[in-house]
């Protein structure tokens, strides 16, 4: 049985506010029964993933999820 397809994947490239440029992978998925219904799925780079994971140790975690403000 098939549960969704991926439609495609590409990469994002985001700057935040203090960390700078955020690349990401990202692939889409859709449920075949119900084509409104879609999956993002965002994978960071190696580069982007060391970025985040130091913001997280010094306790800046919560200022990126909320944008950076």
């Not at 859709?30 to 997280?56: C, G, H, I, K, M």
Request: glycine share 8%; proline share 4%.
């Amino acid at each position: 049985m098939l549960l969704c397809i991926m439609l495609f994947e590409s990469r994002g490239l985001w700057q935040h506010s203090r960390l700078g440029y955020l690349e990401f992978e990202f692939v889409t998925l859709q449920v075949p029964s119900n084509p409104d219904l879609r999956l993002l799925v965002y994978t960071a780079n190696p580069a982007t993933l060391e970025l985040l994971l130091a913001a997280n140790q010094r306790g800046q975690a919560q200022e990126l999820y909320a944008g950076g403000r």
